[in-house]
């Protein structure tokens, strides 16, 4: 049994559960870590040019996964998730300019090099948003904060946009947590609660992290499976 406390922001009102995470035999669930700074064993890759190489794009070095972010791409685990806690780590390459990126999951494979799949935003000014791209189905429900729009590249777009920045200056690290549980998103950013989607279609998935714009850096990247 868990105590929950209530955290009311605007908009939203979210249960944090004060217990440890426990898996179905009341065990305390175990962490995973998805980057482990040496290579990227057990991660695979699509990118809207075929021609250009993984290591091109997506390289370890001094611990972290550094990522060019071009041409347009994701980075993803050769293992399914449907529900968990989700720990990432970024930063924005000190000395340039903040571009896009973003961490996808429950994305469907063989969908493309930006695929229908959840998103949580990374993009610089919009870190937190919760999208479904190429029509991945999130429910309005009357959720506050709703929008939906169409792209180009990244066709009907749907979603949650967050509720306050938590971005620190672009050259810093920083923290993003976000919590899955069947249709339900929850995201902070560097400790703040900045999110929370609700009507998230249930289905196993990859995680990813994208190439789109803007060099990139990810460090501690760990997974807690629920």
């Not at 968990?84 to 994305?107: C, D, H, Q």
């Not at 703040?192 to 803007?214: C, D, F, H, K, Y």
């Amino acid at each position: 049994m868990s105590t929950t406390t209530w955290l009311r922001i605007p908009g939203m009102m979210v249960g944090l559960a004060l217990a440890a995470i426990v898996n179905a035999a009341g065990e305390p669930a175990k962490g995973v870590a998805l980057l482990n700074g040496q290579n990227l064993d057990g991660w695979t890759h699509v990118l809207a040019d075929p021609s250009v190489a993984r290591e091109a794009v997506w390289s370890v070095r001094d611990g972290m996964l550094v990522c060019t972010g071009t041409p347009i791409g994701v980075l993803y685990t050769e293992k399914d998730y449907t529900n968990f806690s989700l720990v990432v780590e970024y930063r924005w390459a000190p000395g340039t300019k903040p571009g896009n990126s973003g961490i996808m999951s429950r994305m469907i494979r063989g969908t493309g090099a930006l695929p229908r799949t959840v998103e949580v935003q990374l993009g610089h000014g919009n870190a937190g948003d919760v999208m479904g791209l190429q029509g991945y189905p999130i429910a309005n429900g009357g959720q506050p904060r709703w929008f939906e729009r169409e792209s180009k590249v990244a066709g009907r777009i749907n979603g949650v946009k967050k509720a306050l920045d938590a971005e620190k200056p672009p050259g810093e690290w920083n923290r993003v947590e976000i919590d899955v549980r069947d249709g339900n998103y929850t995201v902070r950013v560097n400790g703040q609660l900045v999110n929370e989607a609700s009507g998230v279609e249930v289905r196993p998935g990859p995680i990813g992290l994208q190439s789109e714009g803007g060099e990139i850096h990810f460090r501690n990247v760990m997974l807690t499976p629920r």
